[in-house]
């Protein structure tokens, strides 16, 4: 997650400068982790893979192109959110209506940073709690814009 919060605060600044190397980073700990990891999550983890590979040739001179490659990225780790509460309990999860291709992304923070839509729009998008598997479903809280 390291790796993946790295690309996700580039993007979020406006920046391809580092993307390859986080994503990278993303693939050689999903690779890293299949051993680990339980039967459920092996399949997410795989997508991962591939996903961080896609990342990793994305055009550094198209953030948009680079932005949709992050949004496979977050597919995949929502997805290993949703299948690891203990793990979801740390990652806040948003989800921008805006965006193009996968609209979700997790973040530590609780503080909103849109690594879709960066300075233009870097609070657009709410909070989604569906990805704490086997806790109460909540309201999605408005923390930014609204559209």
Same mark, same amino acid.
């Given at each position: 997650? *390291?790796?993946?919060?790295?690309?996700?605060?580039?993007?979020?600044? *406006?920046? &391809?400068?580092?993307? !390859?190397?986080?994503?990278?980073?993303?693939? +050689?700990? +999903?690779? =890293?982790? %299949?051993?680990?990891?339980?039967? !459920?999550?092996?399949a997410h983890i795989s997508?991962?893979?591939?996903?961080?590979? =896609?990342?990793?040739?994305?055009?550094?001179? *198209?953030?948009?192109? &680079?932005?949709?490659?992050?949004?496979?990225? #977050?597919? #995949?780790?929502?997805?290993?959110? &949703?299948?690891?509460?203990?793990? +979801?309990? !740390?990652?806040?999860?948003?989800?921008?209506?805006?965006?193009?291709?996968?609209?979700?992304? =997790?973040?530590?923070?609780?503080?909103?940073?849109?690594?879709?839509?960066?300075?233009?729009?870097?609070?657009?998008?709410?909070?989604? %709690?569906?990805?704490? &598997?086997?806790? +109460?479903?909540?309201? !999605?809280?408005?923390?930014? %814009?609204?559209?």
């Amino acid at each position: 997650m *390291d790796s993946y919060e790295v690309c996700r605060a580039l993007l979020a600044g *406006d920046s &391809t400068d580092g993307i !390859a190397e986080c994503a990278n980073g993303i693939g +050689a700990a +999903a690779k =890293a982790s %299949h051993g680990a990891a339980p039967d !459920a999550a092996h399949a997410h983890i795989s997508a991962l893979e591939k996903a961080a590979s =896609a990342l990793a040739a994305a055009p550094a001179d *198209d953030i948009e192109a &680079t932005r949709l490659a992050f949004g496979v990225v #977050s597919e #995949s780790i929502v997805a290993l959110l &949703t299948s690891a509460p203990e793990a +979801a309990k !740390a990652y806040h999860v948003f989800e921008c209506p805006m965006a193009k291709g996968y609209k979700r992304w =997790a973040q530590p923070s609780a503080e909103l940073q849109n690594p879709y839509m960066g300075a233009a729009m870097l609070t657009c998008g709410s909070e989604v %709690h569906d990805h704490h &598997t086997g806790m +109460a479903k909540e309201p !999605a809280h408005e923390t930014g %814009h609204k559209h």
